[in-house]
């Protein structure tokens, strides 16, 4: 049934690309990582000229499962049971993958007035799923029988290549303006319509499916649709080619943000990807679903797995009933916005605490998160640091970050969640920054707290 295999597709997309933004480095705001949540942090780089190194970013969030949850041991062998995974989920449940791989990037720093470029690859996406699409993929529809459930995975999955040009400027002495224009190139894409819908109901009576449909599928670059027995996914999120670095596919995002510098005190407010959008032009495919449509059979997996004969008919039977209209019109996908605000004070000259707000204004489910935060600096090329944050459905979290400094070298690891670094199959989310950076120059003029970081 070609709903069930593009619902199971989209479901199974999001589940294994999960993987950004994180609570830790915008409170860094002499590396060049910090850049990214703020423009106006170029003007408080290190050196006079940084040159930021390749770097990854990554960040995850499965409600209501983990990875250790939906696999058993069998002769020494961990094998994927997706039976299980019913009993785990509430009626609806989210899942979510924000991922940036960095490249290349470069800024200039000057008394007053200091610019900066870069490249990087950001690939993300969000989902809505109801318990009952899982049942039904897992377990088959014979439990339902004489029951109207929604099956409907609502949601997206992007990537694109992201060129941004920013600049900070010193309005006085302590306080500085930046502001970014990006360049957004699409490479692949794949979303529902997110009030979209689809109810399978089966009759007591013959056990007649029926299907009300409301649902349209729009992909760029994802999927190639010849019919129900034909669908070919060519869906790599994270490739980079250089086609895709200035196509068709494309559009614009904007950053905006202050930063001050009182000494020991320091405070920042950013908003990042206002506007952001891309127009999806180039090798588009939109699957609409509508309209109610009826199939005689008692189980969809019973009649799709017995055996190649009954397979072959039930494909055929489903065909007539249940294709798409396909069509190749261009559409437009909005992306989500950040915002943040925060502040650090220098205890001593070597220990440092802040806290952060940030809101994530994303597409399905919006999400404000909190952290507090330390450093300290052990030795003048090594600062350790540490943050407990709350997010959704995570009210408390332990981070950890270190920075080194070793000469023009400036390495950087980071994690908002530390216990899931020792037991990753146990847990349902993570974040982890990797980052690196040369730095050539002399430092800004001194004042209190200027090395602490």
Sequence with gaps: MNFLRLSSFLLLLLTTTLSAQDLTTPMLTQIWQSTFSNPALYGQQAGRITIGLPGVSNDLAA????????LYTENGQRILDLSSLPDLLSERNGLRNDFSLETIGASLRGD???VGVYHRLRAFGEADYPKTLVQVIAQGNAQFIGQTVE?????????YHEIGF???VGITENIFFGARIKYLSGIADL???LDGSLQLTTGEEN???TLDQDLTINTAGTIDYNGLDDINVNYDLNRIETDDLFSNNN??????????????LRVQAAANDLGAKINWENDVNNLRLEGIDEFSGLDILEQLLQDSVSFAGAIDSLRAQFEPVETNEAYRSDLPSTYLIGGEYDITDRLTAGALLVHYNRTVNSETAFAINARYQVIEQLTVGLNVNSRQGASANLGMHLMANLGPVHLLASTDNLLTVFRQKDSSRAAVRLGAALSFGGPKAEKKGDDKQ
């Design 207 to 209: 056990f007649t499916l």
């Design 166 to 168: 920013g600049a900070s």
């Design 112 to 114: 007053r007035l200091s």
């Design 191 to 193: 979303r529902t319509t």
């Design 151 to 159: 099956i409907a995975p609502l949601g997206y999955a992007t990537s």
């Design 63 to 70: 409600e209501n499962i983990t990875y250790n949850e939906l």
């Design 251 to 264: 559009g614009l995002a904007f950053d905006l943000g202050l930063f001050a510098d009182f000494g020991p």
